[in-house]
């Protein structure tokens, strides 16, 4: 399986001439979806939901009910795309992939709460992409795609989900918050904290895992 880091919190997995593209938002250049099969959305946050990347490809969309929601107002073109999935559901994308989770991270109490729902792809590698969440998969993965850098994320959070899910190797996502320096300070974290036999990974847009 080939994982390509694109912008933001954007990840593209293609195998055997199946090519998923998760979360492309307003961080992700249009390129991201040229050829796509399918397209999987965790929320309805910009920086994940984009309907100018949705509409530069004629692929199918996986998304939650809000997501599908928003979209049937906004973008009924797109909406006619897209099928509703929600947690614990199983469907086939080309690739087997599995719904988890059902709500955002807590970014303050006094601010609701909007549901999330993180999947995981399974092909050569089994992959977990939990959006904007710290929800667990619920079996083993090859790659987490952990979120780095978020108002809702400290570096603690990030390297206990990392911790949690136990995957070799944990992809960095959702960068672009901090600076430089910040992903830095994350990274000397994870190489100090994660246990032998895993990874923390952050590429450049465009680069493959």
């Not at 996502?173 to 990974?201: C, K, N, T």
């Amino acid at each position: 399986m080939r994982i390509t880091k694109l912008g933001h919190a954007c990840v593209r997995l293609e195998q055997d001439g199946v090519a998923l593209v998760l979360d492309p938002g307003v961080f992700t250049d249009l390129g991201a979806v040229d050829g796509a099969t399918g397209v999987l959305v965790t929320h309805q946050h910009p920086d994940h939901l984009d309907v100018a990347n949705l509409r530069a490809t004629d692929a199918p969309i996986w998304t939650i009910p809000a997501v599908a929601e928003q979209l049937r107002a906004d973008a009924p073109d797109v909406a006619e795309r897209v099928t509703v999935v929600g947690p614990g559901e199983s469907f086939d994308a080309g690739l087997p992939v599995r719904a988890v989770g059902a709500l955002h991270a807590l970014i303050h109490p006094d601010l609701d709460r909007l549901t999330n729902c993180g999947y995981v792809v399974t092909g050569d590698l089994t992959v977990f992409h939990p959006g904007d969440a710290l929800t667990r998969p619920g079996g083993d993965v090859d790659v987490l795609c952990v979120p780095s850098s978020a108002p809702w994320l400290c570096s603690a959070d990030a390297i206990d989900l990392a911790r949690a899910v136990g995957a070799p190797r944990s992809l960095a996502i959702h960068d672009r918050v901090y600076s430089e320096a910040g992903h830095g300070f994350l990274a000397a974290q994870m190489e100090a904290l994660l246990p032998e036999g895993q990874e923390y990974v952050r590429l450049a847009d465009g680069a493959d895992l």
